[in-house]
T-cell receptor, first 113, second 115 residues
Framework: GAGVSQSPSNKVTEKGKDVELRCDPISGHTALYWYRQSLGQGLEFLIY????????KSGLPSDRFSAERTGGSVSTLTIQRTQQEDSAVYLC???????????FGQGTRLTVV | GNSVTQMEGPVTLSEEAFLTINCTYT??????LFWYVQYPGEGLQLLLKATKADDKGSNKGFEATYRKETTSFHLEKGSVQVSDSAVYFCALSDLRGSNDYKLSFGAGTTVTVRA
């Protein structure tokens, strides 16, 4: 596609439920990143993929968070047993290769009630 | 590890004023440096970049020069407009040093330009 696409754009979920956030990177981009942006805060790194492997998972806040990437393309970020502190905008970005300039999607705004 | 420190905001200035947002970095290798901008209600966009020492990135009237000796990448614009109101993020990636390929971001600086 022309840009990074994320879905859904907004998600409201009840505390304790699981959610899946999807990211479609720019075609041909081998690197994919997930970040989180809480209200009024900066960007918190979660995880990045080079191809289908995740060399750096250091930012995942807890074992409730997981991510996968298949076929070197689409990625899914899963949050299990959501908590209110998980409420944030989840941003996905892709780049031609890891470390190159990254292009961001519009984000998924997650609200846990 | 790699890190970015940028000037805290918020910054409020009048149209046609000069804008500087300071950014310094720590990296174990030889990073590429970026400025991203987030306009109200929009996603992050790459504003400019520099990949080696003394490179100057420029776009939309903004400039930043990669200064290895001072480990800095300050953003400047000579005459701001109301439409420049946004949050600005300094970032780095380190391709040739630590194998730390993720983009590391500063905390962001909110800039408001008044007419």
């Amino acid at each position: 596609g022309a840009g990074v696409s994320q879905s859904p754009s907004n998600k409201v979920t009840e505390k304790g439920k699981d959610v899946e956030l999807r990211c479609d990177p720019i075609s041909g981009h081998t690197a994919l990143y997930w970040y989180r942006q809480s209200l009024g805060q900066g960007l918190e790194f979660l995880i990045y993929f080079q191809g289908n492997s995740a060399p750096d998972k250091s930012g995942l806040p807890s074992d409730r968070f997981s991510a996968e990437r298949t076929g070197g393309s689409v990625s899914t970020l899963t949050i299990q047993r959501t908590q209110q502190e998980d409420s944030a905008v989840y941003l996905c970005a892709s780049s031609l290769e890891a470390g190159f300039e990254a292009f961001f999607g519009q984000g998924t705004r997650l609200t846990v009630v | 590890g790699n890190s970015v420190t940028q000037m805290e905001g918020p910054v409020t200035l009048s149209e046609e004023a000069f804008l500087t947002i300071n950014c310094t970095y720590t990296a174990t290798g030889y990073p590429s440096l970026f400025w991203y901008v987030q306009y109200p209600g929009e996603g992050l966009q790459l504003l400019l970049k520099a990949t080696k020492a003394d490179d100057k990135g420029s776009n939309k009237g903004f400039e930043a020069t990669y200064r290895k000796e001072t480990t800095s990448f300050h953003l400047e614009k000579g005459s701001v407009q109301v439409s420049d109101s946004a949050v600005y993020f300094c970032a780095l990636s380190d391709l040739r040093g630590s194998n730390d390929y993720k983009l590391s971001f500063g905390a962001g600086t909110t800039v408001t330009v008044r007419a």
